[in-house]
């Protein structure tokens, strides 16, 4: 199991920063585009701009754009057709768990009714990966997940310190489930988690409160006990979310 989903010196949310998928002119463009259309400027049905206009207008070659729209077909949000063009496609087509859709969707602009179908698809998965975790782990792996919550304890409520090991604590479960569907995951859900704690880097309330969760976790891994482990979680998970709406409506009052 890796000691880290980040490198000490990289930043969760500079991962989620401007720009989610990079920095390069393809990766730019990809990012413009995907964030244009699932703000809605392009509407399902409509018709994106010809390949000649929108190369000139982005700077970018024919190929360049050609790379980009086959990239966005992937993930369900158009469709290229000969002698009609290229034209978003509905909603319900996008692949929502793609983690490009999933930056995209969740901006600056994010509601908390909106924050809500995250912690929906967290606690579809996280709950039940711990309570296998709770009856597969090895003492190893209880050892490295109390160095977790240590480097969290360490961090207290500097939001860029504590969201490190944060994440490798939660991708840690997924593994230790010893599901590897369920460990596959883990890419998923760091994304879902990323995007939460960008949700929440100005909490008033800061971080350290949820320590006492994440040792109830770990205590129930230690202890072999899935069902209160499932409960545990799913207690953080609620906090969690709590903390969204917390940090989204001090957003909210400080702009009017």
């Known amino acids: 199991m890796k000691n880290a989903a980040f490198p000490s010196k990289v930043s969760p949310m500079s991962f989620l920063g401007g720009n989610a998928t990079g920095t390069s002119l393809y990766s730019r463009l990809l990012n413009d585009i995907g964030q244009s259309i699932v703000r809605g400027d392009f509407a399902p049905g409509d018709q994106l701009p010809n390949a000649d206009d929108w190369s000139a207008a982005h700077g970018v070659s024919r190929t360049v754009l050609r790379e980009v729209v086959k990239v966005l077909a992937n993930k369900g949000m158009v469709e290229m057709r ?16 793609d983690p490009d859709v999933l930056v995209w969707r969740y901006g600056p602009r994010t509601t908390a009714e909106e924050a809500r179908s995250l912690f929906e698809l967290r606690r579809a998965i996280e709950p039940m990966a711990a309570a296998l975790a709770a009856e597969r782990a090895t003492d190893e792996q209880v ?9 969290m304890q360490q961090a207290g409520d500097d939001s860029e310190r504590f969201a490190i090991p944060d994440l490798a604590f939660h991708q840690a479960i997924l593994r230790m489930s010893g599901n ?31 320590l006492a969760l994440h040792q109830a976790v770990v205590d129930n891994i230690a202890k072999r006990d899935p069902i209160a482990t499932a409960k545990a979680i799913t207690s953080l998970l609620d906090e ?7 940090s989204l409506l001090a957003r909210r009052e400080r702009k009017s």
Not at 143 to 151: E, K, M
Not at 184 to 195: F, R
Not at 240 to 246: G, H, L, N, P, S
């Open 240 to 246: 969690a979310e709590e903390d969204v709406k917390r």
């Open 180 to 210: 590897e569907l369920i460990g596959s995951l883990a890419a998923l859900i760091e994304t879902a988690l990323v995007i939460s704690f960008r949700l929440t880097d100005d909490n008033p309330e800061g971080q350290s409160h949820s």
């Open 82 to 97: 000969p002698k009609v063009g290229t034209r978003v496609r509905a909603r319900e087509d996008w692949n929502f768990l």
């Open 143 to 151: 050892a490295q997940l109390r160095l977790l919550l240590s480097r």
